[in-house]
Every structure is written in C-alpha cells, then in structure tokens.
C-alpha cells in the first residue's frame, strides 16, 4: 500500500466513526492532554483503532483522537503524539496529521513541553512559537513525493502563521496571560542535550528545545495548512538549570501550568479566525 492509500485508509476509517468535520485540530503535549477535558460532547477514537496509526508509549501521552466542539467549534485534538525517538520514522510519525488533512481539518495547533534555551525565559511560561530550526537533519519528505499531499519543495518561510501568532498574542493579552516568544530547535532525544550543545543551539538562535512539533508542522506545511505553536517552558535546559533533567519534572511543571495552557488554547479555539 502506498503512503497516500495508507493515509485514505485511515481518514475513511475515521469519516465512519464520527460526522464531525472539523477545520481546526490541536496536536496536545506531555502534560497538556488535560485540554481534552474541555471538548465538549466528545467522540473518542483510540489511536490502536485505527488502520496504519503508528503504536505509542510514552508516559504522559494519552493515544486517541477526541473529536467535539469547544464552544460552537468543531475540533479534533490528538491526545498523545508520535515522536521520533520512539524509533518511528519521521513518515511514520506524520502520518496522522496527513489523516487530519485529509479529514478536511485547515488549520493546526501544535503544543509541546520544552526546555528554555533563553534565560530571560522561566519554568512556566508559555511561548508562542515565531520560527524553528531542525537540528535533527531528518525530514519526514525525504522519499517520493506525491504531489495529491503536497509539493516536492514545499516553502517555509511562514511555517508559523503570522496572522495566526497575532491572534494568540491578541488572546493571550486580553486574558492577562504572559506569552513570550521565541525559536523552537528539534533535538531528536531521548537523551536531553548537553550543556555544549545548548550553547551551540544558542548561538544558532534558539529560545527553546525540545523532542517533537518539528515535523509535524513540516508535514502541515506541506498540505498548506496553517500553523499556530505554543509551548509551555517546563524546564532551563541544560547548563542553565541548576538541577538534572528528569521527565517527570516536565511533566510536573506542564500540569502546574496546564491551567492557564487550557484557559488560552480553550479561548483561541472558541474564536478562531476561520
Ligand atoms: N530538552 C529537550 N526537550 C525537552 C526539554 C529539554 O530541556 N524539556 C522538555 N522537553
């Protein structure tokens, strides 16, 4: 079966669970599942349910697709995402989101859990992603490209919607909730960086690091679909922390800001810009 045939396997899986057709979906981090709580009349399918998902294992990562409304709006929210450390490939790990494409969602949310490579920056806040770099040198559009998806050479010159990132700041104001902003670096894991390597990420113009995002939002782009990104700050990276890493303390502060997390993606999705 070809990736394109996998991907229609899977959407039309999906189309006969649920009448629900949102434009707008939201890809939840370590500790950020908590959001789904607030989708309203949810329609929950698990990812083991569905033909050619990939298989998912991480604590903290719930595995389903919870489809529902937050206020009038349909949504669909990944609870759980793939990450490349898992020993996917990085075609492998986007294939849900070339499902969510196909599903005719338009625009996406991408959320993460990430260390701070800017030291004006502290465990709890939430920063609204501006650009990234991909220090993984992997890319999940390496093999045949078919064009039904996208084009071989898609732009990302505004893989971060501008007008999208206006919205959340204009959101997050009118909340009185702090929004920094910032670069984030895909470091593949598991491993967390050294202290070298953060210096280097530094130097090359990162504010933040972290496991994931990175290629699903190459996988968004390359169906042209817009993208909002937030991350919640849980630790300094390495080097700057005072203390090791350890992901439970992710965990841990992502849930002690999960509060204010929920209450700004639930304001964004409840009127977002179509
Ligand atoms: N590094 C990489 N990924 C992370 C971190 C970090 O410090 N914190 C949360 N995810």
Same mark, same amino acid.
């Given at each position: 079966m070809t990736y394109y045939e996998q991907v229609q396997q899977a959407a039309d899986f999906i189309r006969e669970r649920t009448d629900l057709r949102p434009r707008t979906a939201i890809i939840l981090g370590s500790g950020l599942g908590e959001l789904a709580e607030r989708?309203?009349?949810?329609?929950?399918?698990?990812?083991?349910?569905?033909?050619?998902?990939?298989?998912?294992?991480?604590?903290g990562h719930a595995a389903?697709?919870?489809?529902? $409304?937050?206020?009038? %709006?349909?949504?669909?929210?990944?609870?759980? $995402?793939?990450?490349?450390? =898992?020993?996917?490939?990085? %075609?492998?790990?986007?294939?849900?989101?070339?499902?969510?494409? $196909?599903?005719?969602?338009?625009?996406?949310?991408? *959320?993460?859990?990430?260390?701070?490579?800017?030291?004006?920056?502290?465990?709890?806040d939430l920063m609204l992603i501006t650009d990234h770099i991909n220090l993984s040198g992997r890319n999940p559009l390496i093999g045949p490209n078919d064009e039904r998806l996208g084009p071989r050479f898609p732009d990302m010159s505004e893989a971060y919607d501008p007008a999208l990132g206006c919205f959340a700041r204009e959101t997050a104001e009118s909340l009185e909730i702090g929004l920094r902003e910032g670069v984030y670096a895909f470091y593949s894991g598991p491993s967390f960086e050294t202290a070298a390597e953060i210096r280097a990420f530094k130097a090359l113009g990162a504010d933040a690091v972290g496991m994931s995002t990175v290629p699903e939002v190459i996988a968004a782009r390359h169906q042209g679909l817009r993208v909002l990104g937030l991350s919640c700050i849980t630790n300094m990276a390495t080097?700057?922390?005072? *203390?090791?890493?350890?992901?439970? =303390?992710?965990?841990?502060?992502?849930?002690?800001?999960? =509060? %204010?997390?929920?209450?700004?993606?639930?304001?964004?999705? $409840?009127?977002?810009?179509e």
């Open positions: 989708i309203q009349d949810a329609e929950i399918i698990p990812y083991k349910e569905i033909p050619g998902f990939p298989p998912s294992h991480v604590a389903r697709l919870v489809f529902g $409304r937050v206020g009038q %709006r349909e949504i669909v929210a990944m609870q759980g $995402r793939f990450h490349y450390y =898992e020993g996917l490939s990085m %075609r492998e790990l986007c294939l849900p989101v070339y499902v969510l494409g $196909r599903l005719g969602v338009r625009d996406l949310v991408v *959320t993460n859990a990430c260390g701070a490579v800017n030291t004006n920056f502290s465990p709890g080097g700057i922390a005072a *203390t090791k890493h350890s992901h439970l =303390e992710v965990l841990a502060t992502a849930a002690a800001s999960a =509060e %204010r997390f929920c209450a700004l993606c639930d304001a964004l999705l $409840r009127d977002w810009p």
